[in-house]
């Protein structure tokens, strides 16, 4: 049984590293682009709101990927 679960970490970790390489530039400037557009934002609740809505997907999606990728044991 464990070893079916230990293969399945590890496809989806395969899969997370895939995922991750094909994002490729995106990935890396993501979180600079969110910093950028906050610091350039009006400072209105609506345009706060919406750089946080972007920085929660974006913080969501790399916690996603690097779990996946550690739970199956995959290197960076």
């Known amino acids: 049984m464990s070893e079916g679960i230990s ?7 395969v899969a ?5 390489e094909a994002l490729g530039d995106w ?3 993501e979180g600079e682009r969110i910093i950028i557009a906050l610091a350039k934002s009006d400072s209105t609740l ?6 946080q809505a972007e920085a929660k997907a ?3 999606l790399k916690k996603e990927l690097e779990s996946a990728m550690n739970n199956g044991q995959v290197e960076d």
Not at 16 to 20: E, F, G, H, K
């Open 7 to 13: 293969d399945e970490l590890r496809r989806k970790g």
């Open 16 to 20: 997370a590293s895939t995922i991750r």
């Open 27 to 29: 990935h890396s400037r």
């Open 46 to 51: 609506e345009t706060l709101l919406g750089i």
């Open 58 to 60: 974006y913080y969501r």
